[in-house]
């Protein structure tokens, strides 16, 4: 199957269907239900689709039957036919059709494994056999495409997971795809490296690239996105234009995923929408103002640390390079975590967000400074409360039992609960993590998201003093993360939080204290309102003001709007 010259050509009108699912069905070995259920449809070349949906329900394995990886490399009985430039894959091989899709799985450590950046760039050309010359251009080209020009010589192991997502897309377009196929490829990106890829897969759509994408934040893809499909349950439920959104809001409600910012929030101020939603809302604001700000409506946050509460952990002047490194991944960080804290790390993508987790975590140990995590309650005690739990980036790095149950029975064991209380524990978070049902299934059979909840179930079950996150929502619905925030603030022996983000919403609505990291160092700390609500510290911390900041400022709204929710308890209050 070779068809780039034909694909690419001026000729190309968009109406060739360069994708077909014809009545598929797919179920996984030793699974009951089908993953996937009776889907059809078809995508015309240089197309953009987004498929969405609640955790589970069949996106990634949809991707898997479009990238061949099903049925030629999963266990399972798949039914009907996937067909790509008009040819079944079943008839054609894996590396045939790996030539022409090119797939970016959700967690960029499961395709990347050479040493150096411009290696792993340069094994799939190498594979094509192309000349030495080619093959450094299309490396230098794909870097500079997704804002890493000059990152060859890096070592692959030293770079942030962000900054691995991007190699991992340029990795495959270094191939050059007549198909992309990106399984949540911005979910580990900061806002400036989000719309680095947005405006890369952007320019993809116009040299007549056919792109399917699967993410949970609308938002944040919406912009280059041609159509939407939406997914429940193995069944595609919702398949529009994008300029159809307005019209088919309560899908999304009712399975509980985000709606666009700029929609929900057009369609509140300005009902009758045209097909540019943020023209729509602009207009409206600017005719609206000056707003009159009731401060009830604004919930307020919990302010600076209160000194009066017990301080669990100290630290002073830490610094931390990582092996190799041509500078500090860490620089003279102090950072005291008082009792009842929820902190938010926040920065771009190697800004020290994770490695700060590692130090507080005993993963690695500073190079200077000094730690004292004395304040934590049973400290040092192996069968009490006071241990540190952490929640990794990427959850298959702390997931190795053969079910979900035993991982979730894994840490307890070791602290020596009784089995009857093992069993009760196991039952709640179960029940609290949405996990029913899938005691006896192996983890790795799961979804990304699903996994990420037995994971968090694992850690839970520690009885945790100290609980630390990184990038707790990736892979979530607004309904799960929703879940996640009321089952962490349930949890009567965590004595504070700690968990690295992208998620804007979520610091807003979860954490009492932001700090913003820039190049290792900690650049600003204080309560969430006075951080998130300053539009010059987010952007000396490289990160993009959200909506509801950037029109609270076009508003006249003081303290501004930090979430869509408080914007819109301004707004409602306008006549």
Not at 29 to 34: P, S
């Amino acid at each position: 199957m070779n068809s780039r010259v034909s694909m690419r050509s001026p000729a190309w009108n968009g109406s060739f269907k360069m994708i077909r699912f014809k009545d598929v069905s797919f179920k996984y070995a030793g699974r009951e239900e089908r993953s996937v259920e009776e889907v059809s449809f078809s995508v015309p070349q240089g197309q953009c689709v987004l498929v969405t949906g609640r955790t589970g329900c069949g996106k990634s394995t949809l991707l898997k039957m479009l990238g061949g990886i099903i049925p030629h490399e999963s266990a399972g009985r798949m039914e009907g036919t996937v067909s790509l430039s008009g040819i079944d894959t079943r008839s054609s091989s894996l590396p045939s059709i790996a030539g022409d899709v090119g797939m970016v799985f959700q967690s960029p450590d499961d395709q990347l494994f050479c040493s150096t950046v411009r290696d792993e760039l340069s094994f799939g050309p190498e594979n094509l056999g192309l000349p030495h010359e080619e093959i450094g251009k299309r490396v230098d080209e794909a870097l500079t495409l997704v804002g890493l020009g000059g990152f060859g010589e890096m070592r692959v192991q030293r770079l942030s997971g962000g900054q691995k997502q991007r190699i991992a897309i340029a990795s495959q377009l270094a191939m050059k795809p007549v198909v992309l196929a990106l399984d949540e490829p911005v979910s580990q990106l900061d806002p400036v490296g989000r719309q680095e890829i947005i405006k890369c897969l952007h320019d993809l759509k116009q040299e007549g690239i056919t792109i399917v994408l699967v993410e949970h934040r609308v938002d944040d893809v919406i912009e280059i996105v041609d159509r939407i499909m939406v997914m429940d349950k193995g069944r595609i439920v919702l398949d529009i234009e994008r300029r159809q959104l307005p019209g088919h809001l309560k899908v999304f409600r009712d399975l509980g995923l985000r709606v666009p910012d700029a929609l929900r929030i057009a369609s509140t101020v300005s009902p009758c929408l045209s097909d540019d939603w943020i023209s729509d809302l602009t207009a409206e604001i600017i005719r609206r103002r000056p707003f009159v700000r009731d401060p009830a409506l604004c919930p307020a946050h919990e302010g600076a640390p209160d000194k009066q509460q017990k301080r669990i952990v100290s630290l002073r002047d830490i610094s931390f390079s990582y092996h190799g490194a041509a500078g500090p991944a860490l620089r003279d960080v102090s950072l005291d975590i008082y009792q009842n804290d929820i902190i938010a790390i926040l920065g771009q993508n190697g800004s020290g967000k994770s490695t700060l987790l590692s130090i507080l975590s005993g993963l690695n140990r500073p190079d200077s400074g000094n730690i004292c995590m004395s304040g934590l309650n049973g400290t040092g005690r192996r069968n009490g409360r006071g241990s540190v739990g952490m929640l990794f980036q990427n959850p298959d790095l702390q997931l190795f039992e053969d079910s979900v149950g035993a991982e979730m029975e894994f840490s307890q064991k070791n602290l020596g609960i009784p089995p009857g209380l093992r069993m009760e524990q196991k039952r709640r978070l179960f029940r609290l993590l949405r996990l029913e049902g899938m005691e006896y299934l192996p983890p790795h059979a799961l979804s990304k998201g699903q996994r990420l909840r037995v994971a968090m179930g694992a850690v839970l079950a520690m009885n945790p003093g100290l609980l630390l996150l990184d990038e707790p929502t990736t892979g979530q619905n607004e309904e799960n993360i929703s879940n996640l925030i009321r089952t962490i603030r349930g949890e009567p022996g965590i004595e504070a939080v700690v968990f690295c983000t992208h998620d804007f919403d979520t610091a807003a609505g979860f954490a009492n204290r932001i700090l913003l990291m820039k190049e290792g160092v900690v650049i600003a700390d204080g309560p969430v309102r006075e951080m998130l609500g300053r539009a010059d510290l987010l952007e000396e911390a490289g990160l993009l003001a959200p909506l509801p900041l950037i029109l609270s400022k076009m508003a006249g709204i003081y303290p501004p709007a930090l979430t869509v929710d408080e914007f819109l308890g301004v707004v409602s209050g306008v006549k």
